[in-house]
Each structure stands twice: as structure tokens, then as C-alpha cells.
């Protein structure tokens, strides 16, 4: 992101009142239009919420206008504050707590037609599951970019693992070894990012591009050779893990103690890259080489060694990524299935300001928000056409990306060569 | 940023050098041949790539894979089949793009006349066109240091653009085909001018909003058709009506034989491009990108709105895109477009304008080179995978963009002003 020129209102007084008249009005608007649309069009309508994992026959009904026009006046009341003026520290609350009630207003709008059930258990379940991919790729992105180098290609590692997951482990008829093919996949492609970034020196956004292009042409073309032959395209699958009786609690059972082995590593994975990038002697280091590489050199750190070797080490997180799209969801490799999830993953990174936590967070929505479009989707009924429902998660991107949420500040030297010769 | 940082001081003066010791011309081609100046890193990406595209072929081959396990027992087992394997692939790439011998002895014995000679040609040029517009589509961007990787939904708008222009209007087609490559222009520049926009006002970084407009307009290409309004009335598969008569461009061999599909947009491309280097090297529009891409910061000092040059240039190079899908809409799919017709032309303009180093005349070449390659690998599949063409353009472009891996490799030497390479900016 551009790097904000406006820090300024930090050193404001945080209790001082402002205005935010443009946010007020849009908002204020929006909740109005969600209240009187709820009251004349959603008369008799309910929503049903269903937990049919843990305790079937457990059912609530929601009266939808009822809810709908509730959350409008919410959003309303939101924007209403906003043009009137509140203290400076609220707004960030404020503005939070607005959007929230009118996206659940239209989740709830998009729920209410006759035949479609909210079930709980089954769309949080799936939206944990569904925001690995992010997660992984999110998290390679952190550790490339804390260091300095920008990672535009997630979406090339992400292919080159989803495709060498399922060759390595036809072929030694081990998904474990397919999924650490994958890993070592994802790697090579990092490898040559960080040799072209730290020994030959090339824009880092350019070389991205170029081992995206690469890793779709060399995954197609290999998919169209292998073809010919058969069974090096077989589909493999890891276990779902089950806890027993605490698969049994209601919501968070089946949600936290009954799912896929990808998403028990991907938390674990999303503490450890936390733990290493600032409770570590290497966090710091990388750190320090992602902010002031200069800093760090004369510190006796050599740069350019420790942003090859964490780049190269990232391709094995989003490697392990591209094995989600392929052996966490039972799938044979088809080409381009990573449909640019990889570039969502990159605005989730950025979402989560370049720290895991942040990044687990972006995850989520981002995987509740792909979770209810497909339900949606599969659920038919609905009264948006299923094309726009799968382009919610890339427009949420851009919405990301561009910032309404807040300017992210990257790290300082990202994306800038480090040459120890020019100072 | 683009661009050849090192021009500049590759044009200054000769050295002086002693006239005793003046180097014949066949020294001075020798050391040529040795330096990595942008000429010879090109050819040399252009051999070293398919020197990998050979291994590859190799390694992914079954029956040649299993004879280099017994490569000590009978070695010419091995490379005897590597040879042909390689060989008969790039072989069948240059038939189809090129000439086809098959074709040739046909001729000569008059069994075929001279169209059927020429269509391999006429498939290259065909497939060379929409990668000039999108090819133009980065590279201009690519002057104001804007790296466009959203030509594919670009040319997508604009080929719904010119398809709807060009199934409802009812006008004679001197009136007609303007209008219908106006509306591909119009509707491309306006969904392209988006990531401008954005990242002039809220610094949006246009790599990750124009690759996510990509998809957006993917999905809406698949809503569109099968809309009532465009759907096709007598085919029930998802494919758009036909446009009319009067709005499709005229083929330009047709007269030789109704099979050559070469069009009159290749002209229309090759115009476009001498117009976008007048517009880069005379216009005060084109010095205005060149300047920001350049150095931002300092062309805002001079008074020029950086934000501003953003959201036009990406309007423009969205517009050019958007003329690679009016030239798809009213050419080779005017019997009605499918979600196919656009194939992949949006990604490979990127590749085209990085080999052709964001200039107007090395666009239209690498296009061509490209379009060649895209020919040759549509003809020559299923016997060699048709990703191969994708597989060798960003091979060619990574050497391209990494002209220091080509001189390490090679050994070559340095060129008196250092390595050409390509910028873009970072977030």
C-alpha cells in the first residue's frame, strides 16, 4: 500500500470530536433503505436456523422483516453519529459496528426466502475450513514481506503445490509424501523469487507476475502430458479429525473438533509464525531486515542470506497451501483450480497488517464471506444470480484493498533490493 | 516504472581508442555476440527457453522418460527418441505457425492452392492481434509505472461492448464496425480506468484489484451470455448471438481462400500501436505518463496530478484491451462468442509487452513471436500440450526480466551502460 503520508490525526487529540460527514451519510442511507426495504418486502418471511450436527431437531425461527429493519435502524443510528460528530477514538467502533449489523442484515435478507435454512453448524464449520487456503497463503506472504521482499506469486505456488500434491502421492501412493511434494513445490517456485531478489536483484512485483504465468504454463502442460497416461492424477485425501465427545458441543463441536486435518495445522501454524516473527532472535532479525536492512547489516546481519533462506521457507507454507485445493478437499488436480485465491491471499495479508493474528482474522471473514456465497449458491432460491454470488469474495478484496477499512502500513523496505555496496 | 534505465548512457560518445588497434568487424560482431545487451539477452532467452521447454518435453514423455533407465545399456535409445521427441514438438509448432511442409508438397503437385500454403501464417496473424492490444494495454501502463495484469477483463468488457453494438444496431457497416469497435473501446476503458481510480484515490495497489476484476469480469462474462438479451435464440449451449453482417470485419485473404481468417483488425493493430508511440513520444499526454512513471514524486513537484495520469492511463490501456475483445467480437467470433473465445490473450499481452520492453514497435514483434507460438501450439495439440505456448512465454520473460541470470548463466559480459531491466512498483 502507499505508505500514508496522513498519520497525522495520531497525534491529535483522540478524545477531540469529528465529523466523518461522507461515512455518516453513505451509511445512514444504506440502513434506511435495509429498514424500509425489510418492512414492505420481507412481511411473513422467516429465517431458519438449524443445528442438524449435534442435536438435530434443535430449530429457531426469526422473524426476517422484523430482524432485517432492527439492524438497518442499527446501521442508520451508526451513520447518524458519524455526521453528527463523536470522539475521535470511536470511530473505528462505530464505523465497525455498522457495517457488521447491515452485512448481517443482507445475510439474513439473502436467508429468509422460502426453503433456505441457516445451518449454523455446517456454514461455520465450512467457512474454518474454506479460509485455510488464505491462511497459508497469507501467512508465506508475511514471512516473505517481513523480511522485504514482496510475494506477488502465491497464486503460482498454491498451482504448483495443489499439482505436485497429487502426482508425488499417486505416484508413491502416500498422500504425507504427496503433501510434502507439494511443499517442496511451492518452494522451488520461492527459491527462484529469492534468488532473482537477493542475488540477481529484478523487481520483485515483476518477477511475481512472470512465476505466476510460469506456474500455470508448466502445471497445464504437465497435467495435458500426464494425462495421457493414466494414474498420476488420482485424487488422495487426508482424515478428518474427531475428538470424540467434544464434537458433540453444540456450534463449536463440529466447527473446532471435527474437521480436516489442513485446518488443526493451519492454526497451529498461524501461533508459530506469530511466536518466531516477535518472540524469536530469527523474528527480529527478519524484522529488522524487512524495516531497516541497512540497520540490520551493520548489526552484522547479512541480509540478503536471511531474506533467501525465509523466502525459500515460505514456499513450504504456500506450497502446503496448494495442497488444500487438491488433497484437503479429495480433488484431482484440474488446470487454474486455484482461481485466483492466491491474489485474495495476498489482500487478506494485507487486511491482517502482515501479522498472523490479523491474518487469521482476514482469514475468516474472507471464508465465512466465500462459505455463504457457495451455500447461497448450492442452496438455489436466491434472488441474486450465482455468478454474482461467487464474485463476493473478490469484490470484497478490492473493497479491502482499497482501504476502506483503514491505510495498512507495509514494512518498510518491502519490495526494495537490499545491495550492501550502495549506502 | 519501465524501461531502459541504461540508454541514456549507451548513446554517449565513443571512447576514444587508439586507431592502430581499431577492432575488424567481425571482432567487433564476436564481442557483440558475447555481451548481454538487450539484442543478445533477448535471443538468448528466446534459445535458453526453449532449450527448458526441450527438457521438459523430455522428462514429461513416458516412453522417452522409461528409455533413459536403461541409458548405460543402450544410450541411443534414449537420445535418439529425445531428439525426435523434440524435434517432431517443435516441429509441429512451426508447421502450424509458419509453413506446413505436408501442405508444401501438396502444392507443388497441385493438389492444394496457394491459401491452403498460407494459412499457418494467416492463424499467426490471427492469434498475433488481440495479443498487439493487449499487449499495448500493459505496456502503456507499464510507462506510468503501473504494472495492468487486468487486460483479460478489459478485453472481456470490450468484447461485450462491441458484440452487443454489434447484434443490435441495424446500420450499413461503413457506420457499423466504427461504432461497434468504439463501444469494445469505451466499455474496456471504463472497467480498466477502475484499478486507476482506485489506486489514485485510496492507493489501492492495481495488481490485486485488476486481477480480482479479472475474475469479477470472468463471472460476468458467464452471467451475460446467458442472459435473455444476449444469449444465442437458436443455439441452446452458452454462446451469444451472432453479430451482424454489417458489423464484421472484413477478412483480408478471404478473396484467396474463405479459410484464411486473417482480418482486417491486424491493421487496424498495427495503426493503433504507431498511434500509441506518437501518443508516448509526441503527446503531452504520453510525456505525462512517461514522467510519472519515471519518477511520481518529482512530476508532482512539476505540477503535474499523479492520481490523475493513473486513472486516465489505466482508462487508455483499458480501452486498448478492450479493442483486443471488439476485434474478437466482430472477427473470429462473430458467429456468437463463448466463454472460450477470449482464450487467454488478456494474460499473455503481459508477457508480450515485457518481451517487447513497453514499446509500441517491440509490442507488435513479440505479438507476433507470440502469436506464432499460440498458432503453432492450438494446431499442434493434443500431440503437444497447448500450455506449452503459455509454458515458453513466461520462460522467455523470466530470462527477459533477468538479464543478470542470462549473463551469469552464459558468462556473457557486461555492456558498456550495465543490464536493461524492467520496473514495477512495489505497494
Known sequence: ?423 | MTTENTTATAEQPESPEPPESKPSFARLFGRYLIEANSVMVTVYSLLLAFAIGAVLLIVSDEQVRSSYGYFFARPSDALGGSWNLIYSSYMDLFQGAILNFNTLERFQAGNADFGDLLRPLSETLTNATPLIFTGLAVGLAFRAGLFNIGAQGQMIFGMLGALVIGFSLNVPAIVHIPLAILAGAVAGGLFGAVPGVLKATTGAHEVISSIMLNNIAALFLVWALSTKFIHSETRSELVSKPVRDSAELPALLGWLNPSLRVNLAIVVGVAVAVGVWWLLTKSTFGYRIRAVGFNGPASATAGMSVGRTYATTMGAAGALAGLAGAALALGTGSGGVNTATVLEYGFDGITVALLGRANPAGIVVSALLFGALKAGALSAQPDVPVDISTLLQATIVLFIAAPALVKAILRLRTPRGGLVTLEAKGW
Open chain 1, 1 to 423: 500500500m502507499a505508505v500514508d503520508t496522513a498519520t497525522a490525526p495520531a497525534l491529535l487529540d483522540e478524545s477531540a470530536v469529528a465529523r466523518k460527514p461522507i461515512h455518516g451519510w453513505s451509511l445512514a442511507v444504506l440502513g434506511a433503505l435495509m429498514t424500509v426495504g425489510a418492512l414492505t418486502q420481507l412481511g411473513g418471511r422467516e429465517v431458519l436456523f438449524r443445528l442438524d450436527q449435534t442435536s438435530p431437531g434443535a430449530e429457531w425461527a426469526l422473524p426476517a422483516s422484523f430482524a432485517v429493519a432492527v439492524l438497518g435502524v442499527l446501521t442508520a443510528l451508526g451513520g447518524a453519529l458519524m455526521v453528527y460528530g463523536i470522539q475521535r477514538r470511536f470511530h473505528k467502533t462505530v464505523l465497525a459496528v455498522a457495517v457488521t449489523c447491515f452485512a448481517l442484515g443482507l445475510l439474513l435478507w439473502a436467508m429468509s426466502p422460502e426453503g433456505v435454512v441457516f445451518r449454523v453448524e455446517a456454514i461455520l464449520a465450512g467457512a474454518l475450513f474454506l479460509s485455510m487456503p488464505y491462511i497459508f497463503g497469507a501467512l508465506s506472504g508475511v514471512v516473505c514481506e517481513r523480511s522485504g521482499v514482496i510475494n506477488i506469486g502465491i497464486e503460482g505456488q498454491f498451482l504448483m503445490g495443489a499439482f505436485s500434491g497429487v502426482l508425488v502421492a499417486s505416484i508413491s501412493g502416500n498422500v504425507y509424501i504427496g503433501i510434502v511434494g507439494a511443499m517442496l513445490a511451492g518452494s522451488l517456485s520461492t527459491l527462484l523469487l529469492a534468488l532473482m531478489a537477493t542475488k540477481y536483484q529484478v523487481n520483485q512485483v515483476v518477477v511475481g507476475v512472470i512465476l505466476n504465468l510460469l506456474a500455470l504454463g508448466l502445471t497445464g502442460f504437465m497435467f495435458d502430458q500426464l494425462k495421457k497416461t493414466p494414474g498420476y492424477n488420482v485424487a488422495a485425501s487426508v482424515p478428518v479429525l474427531d475428538f470424540g465427545p467434544l464434537a458433540e458441543i453444540p456450534i463449536i463441536g463440529p466447527t473446532l473438533f471435527r474437521q480436516n486435518l489442513f485446518v488443526y495445522v493451519g492454526l497451529a501454524l498461524v501461533a508459530l509464525v506469530w511466536f518466531l516473527l516477535f518472540r524469536t532472535r530469527w523474528g527480529l532479525r527478519t524484522r529488522s531486515v524487512g524495516e531497516h536492512p541497512a540497520a540490520a547489516d551493520a548489526m552484522g546481519v547479512n541480509v540478503n542470506r536471511l531474506r533467501f533462506w525465509n523466502v525459500t521457507a515460505a514456499g513450504l507454507i504456500s506450497g502446503f497451501g496448494g495442497a488444500f485445493f487438491t488433497i484437503a478437499n479429495s480433488l484431482a488436480f484440474t488446470k487454474n483450480m486455484t482461481a485466483g485465491l492466491g491474489f485474495v491471499a495476498l489482500a487478506v495479508m494485507i487486511v491482517g497488517r502482515w501479522n498472523p493474528l490479523g491474518v487469521l482474522a482476514g482469514a475468516l471473514i474472507f471464508g465465512f464471506t466465500t462459505q455463504v456465497s457457495r451455500y447461497l449458491d448450492t442452496a438455489g432460491n436466491s434472488i441474486v444470480p450465482g455468478e454474482f454470488l461467487q464474485m463476493l469474495p473478490y469484490a470484497v478484496t478490492i473493497v479491502v484493498v482499497a482501504g476502506l477499512i483503514g491505510r495498512a502500513k507495509a514494512p518498510a523496505a518491502d519490495g526494495v533490493p537490499y545491495n550492501p555496496g550502495d549506502k
